[in-house]
C-alpha cells in the first residue's frame, strides 16, 4: 500500500475542487481556519479534526496511522483531535498532545469519562448515545464539576430530535464548536438562505421542543402540503 500522504485524492473547499495529498489537503484547511479565526468566524479550538479510530465494523472507520496522525496535529495546531486510536505506534504521539484530545464514540456515560487514559479538556457528548435524560445530566454535571468543556453532536435526528439537540446546546454549551446545524444543511444541495451562527432561540411554551417541523421521518422526503407534494 502507498504511503498515505502518496495517496491523492479529490476534495472541495469554497467551491473549487482541487487534488492533491494530505498534506495538500491539511495546508488547505490551516488557511481556510486561520481566515476564519480572523473573521471572527472561528475561535480558536473551534476547528475539530475527527480521526474515527474508535469505530469498529462502521464505514467511517480510520485505521491508526502515526505518519497521518502527526501531519493533523502539526498541519492544524489549533484543532481538537477527536477519536484517535491509541496502539503502539500512536501513544507516544497522543501522549505529547493530550490536552488536545477530544472523545465521542467511547462516551455514554460518568464511568466511560472515568475510563478515558487522559482527563480530557473538552468531549462531544453525543445525547443519544446516553440513554436517558438523566445519565445524559449525569454527564454534564460531572464535566462541569471536574471543569471539563463540552460541545455537542447528533447521529443524523430529524424533526424534533434536532431542535432537541439544538435545545440542549443552547443551555448548556451554546458557544462550543456544536454540531447541530439545521436540517437544511444536510442536504446534498444545501438551499440559499439557511440560517447562519448563532441561531435565534426557538424554545417553545410548553414541552422539550425547539423550532418547527414539518411531519417529514427525513428532511431527504419530499414535503407534503394541501397542494400536494412540493
Not at 464511568?111 to 487522559?118: K, S, T, V
Request: charged share 20%.
Amino acid at each position: 500500500m502507498a504511503p498515505t500522504n502518496a495517496m491523492r485524492s479529490t476534495f472541495t473547499t469554497g467551491g473549487t475542487t482541487n487534488t492533491g495529498t494530505i498534506d495538500d489537503l491539511t495546508a488547505v484547511v490551516t488557511r481556510l481556519a486561520a481566515r476564519m479565526t480572523r473573521d471572527g468566524l472561528l475561535t480558536p479550538f473551534q476547528a475539530g479534526q475527527i480521526l474515527k479510530g474508535r469505530y469498529r465494523n462502521a464505514n467511517v472507520t480510520m485505521l491508526p496511522e502515526a505518519g497521518l496522525y502527526r501531519r493533523v496535529i502539526e498541519g492544524l495546531p489549533g484543532a481538537w483531535i477527536e477519536d484517535p486510536a491509541i496502539d503502539g505506534e500512536t501513544a507516544a504521539l497522543l501522549e505529547q498532545h493530550r490536552d488536545r484530545i477530544s472523545w465521542d464514540e467511547p462516551i455514554r456515560s460518568v464511568r466511560d469519562i472515568e475510563a478515558l487514559p487522559w482527563q480530557p479538556r473538552i468531549l462531544n457528548l453525543k445525547p443519544a448515545r446516553f440513554g436517558s435524560v438523566r445519565a445524559l445530566f449525569d454527564a454534564y454535571d460531572h464535566c462541569a464539576a471536574h471543569g471539563i468543556g463540552i460541545y455537542g453532536g447528533g447521529m443524523f435526528e430529524q424533526g424534533p430530535g434536532r431542535g432537541q439537540l439544538q435545545y440542549l446546546a443552547s443551555l448548556f454549551h451554546p458557544d462550543a464548536p456544536n454540531d447541530v446545524a439545521p436540517t437544511g444543511f444536510n442536504l446534498q444541495t444545501p438551499s440559499p438562505g439557511l440560517p447562519r451562527s448563532p441561531l435565534e432561540a426557538e424554545p417553545h411554551p410548553t414541552g422539550f421542543r425547539w423550532g418547527t417541523y414539518d411531519g417529514r421521518r427525513s428532511i431527504r422526503e419530499p414535503l407534503v402540503s394541501r397542494r400536494g407534494t412540493e
